[in-house]
Each structure stands twice: as structure tokens, then as C-alpha cells.
């Protein structure tokens, strides 16, 4: 999740408002991981992200792995898109 903000260039509190997740919970589900977190904070944060231009990659024996879909991000965080 760290990861894919960071492509973004995003910061806790910019996800916290893509997503409607309260910025403590987007706190604890990066230090803690997003296994004990409600599954609705998961998937909006998800949502949020991927609508945003973050694919996550699921595990393949290398482990998971996040990339953005063309195009980045510009200096206030909002994603410009790609070809």
C-alpha cells in the first residue's frame, strides 16, 4: 500500500481523501498491514488507488508487486493520464 502511494506521490492524507478512509486508519493499515483492517477500508483504498492508475500485481513466487498504468503524477499528487 506504501508503495503504491508513493507512485502516486501521494501522501496518507491524499489517500485518506480518495478513499473515505479516515487518515488513522490508513495509518495503521500500512504499520500493521491490511489483514486485520475491515475489508470495505481494503477495497475502498484499493478502489481509490487503482482509479488513480495503480495496478497491483498479484503474487506470482516473487511476491506481490504494485506499477502505475502509463502516464505519473505531478506535484500536488493528482494523476495525470497516459497513452
Sequence with gaps: MKAARA?????????SKASSVSEP???LMESR?????????VMAVKK????????FIDPN???????L???????DGSFLRGN
Design 48 to 55: 481509490a488507488m487503482e482509479e488513480a492508475g495503480v495496478i
Design 25 to 27: 486508519t490508513i495509518k
Design 61 to 67: 513466487g516473487n511476491g506481490a508487486g504494485v506499477r
Design 69 to 75: 498504468r502509463g502516464g505519473g503524477s505531478n506535484s
Design 7 to 15: 507512485l502516486l506521490g501521494w501522501t496518507q492524507k491524499d489517500l
Design 33 to 41: 498491514g491490511t489483514e486485520r483492517s475491515a475489508m470495505s477500508n
